[in-house]
């Protein structure tokens, strides 16, 4: 059951890598959204530095959902999912081997690039520590959370808005409490670990439910 | 000996029925191609054998298998779709699924050779023939040992070298105990037990 995990784990990352995988889109469009934002805000240093943790996570969270829509889609309009709902390997560990191989090529690069990105919004090296481990914390629970969204959409052709439209409220805990672990490092005025304890503890719980809720769409969704 | 018994199976499918009361023993050894006109239930009844579709009633037993085994891990499923990655290799989707798939039989390499693609082995899928595709797709049927062969419209896209390749496949499958259901239009090549679905009457 192992290797049948680890084989499914290689094979979309390697998909992902590839031309056509689409891992390459989010970073970009995370790119895109940070450093435009400068020119929008002006040679304010002092406000760019200010709202430049903020800036981040919502690029993150909005480069996230982009390439969300694939998760399951692409495998259930080849196929592929028929096979790999027939597997000997337990739906709930598919979805987590395709929820994981998702981050690694979609949410860490996000977070590897942010304190690059964090740079150009002039934040000081504690803030650039700071976004960077709430984002490697943060962006998981973002891609579970959106795997649900993923799996209900899956049989639609254009499910990419619906899918932010569900997901999007779901995401805004994570966000608050990834910003306030921020500013908290930043400020503290409360310790830094307060926040960030939650937002591990709402990374682990998507986990989990991201998971679950995303194998009882895929075997619903035809009836 | 393994036996496939569906006793009283039917399915209501967006609240039509399909089909109802259907009845049908496979031996092991035997095969049996589903005919009936378009929309008759055809894909219906072999998905919901795979159980990628739930029955409404009826009930469906391979006898003789492993008792804690479920069905789905019994059967090889072939639908419409190939369920090819465009960007992988024929080497390294048989690689995977032979890894996804466990009990394994031929390797990927003899597998592509046995369906005549071991000279694409190492060419990235999205080149390709849609004869080609549905070959790679049948190679699958090599690499993992499942006694029952659930095929839909297999020999859609195959030339006719192919179709007498493919026929070889099931007769040496079906010898060594197997068994296959085929959904078809078109007459199979091989010794087969027809089963007609109605369809709307």
Known sequence: ?223 | MMRLVIDGLASIRSGRPVFSGLGLVLEAGEALAIMGPNGAGKSSLLRIVAGLLPASEGRIQLEGGEADTPLAEEAHYLGHRDALKPSLTPLETLGFWQSLLGRPLETPQKALERVGLGHTANLPSAYLSAGQRRRLALARLLIAHRPLWLLDEPTSALDAASEVMFNGLVVAHLASGGMVMAATHAPLGFACRTFTLGGRS
């Open chain 1, 1 to 223: 059951m192992i290797a049948a995990f680890i084989a499914l784990f290689r094979r979309d990352l390697m998909l992902g890598a590839r031309i056509g995988g689409g891992a390459g889109v989010g970073l970009v469009f995370f790119l895109m959204l940070v450093t435009i934002m400068p020119f929008a805000v002006g040679p304010d240093m002092a406000l760019l530095a200010r709202i430049g943790p903020a800036i981040l996570w919502v690029a993150a969270l909005l480069a996230t959902l982009i390439g969300l829509d694939r998760l399951f889609q692409a495998d259930d309009e080849d196929g592929s999912l028929d096979l790999l709902r027939m597997s000997p390997l337990p739906l709930p560990l598919v979805v987590l081997a395709k929820g994981l191989a998702h981050w690694i090529s979609t949410g860490l690069p996000l977070a590897l690039a942010a304190p690059f990105l964090g740079l150009l919004l002039a934040l000081e090296p504690k803030a650039l520590l700071a976004v960077t481990g709430t984002l490697l914390v943060g962006t998981p629970a973002l891609t579970f959370i959106g795997a649900i969204g993923a799996a209900l959409t899956s049989g639609m052709r254009r499910g990419g808005l619906i899918l932010s439209v569900l997901v999007m409220p779901l995401m805004i805990p994570v966000l608050i409490f990834g910003i306030s672990a921020t500013s908290a490092a930043l400020s503290g005025t409360i310790p830094f670990m307060t926040p960030f304890s939650v937002l591990i503890a709402l990374a682990l719980f998507a986990l989990v439910s991201g998971t679950v809720a995303a194998t009882l769409a895929i075997q619903n969704a035809e009836g």
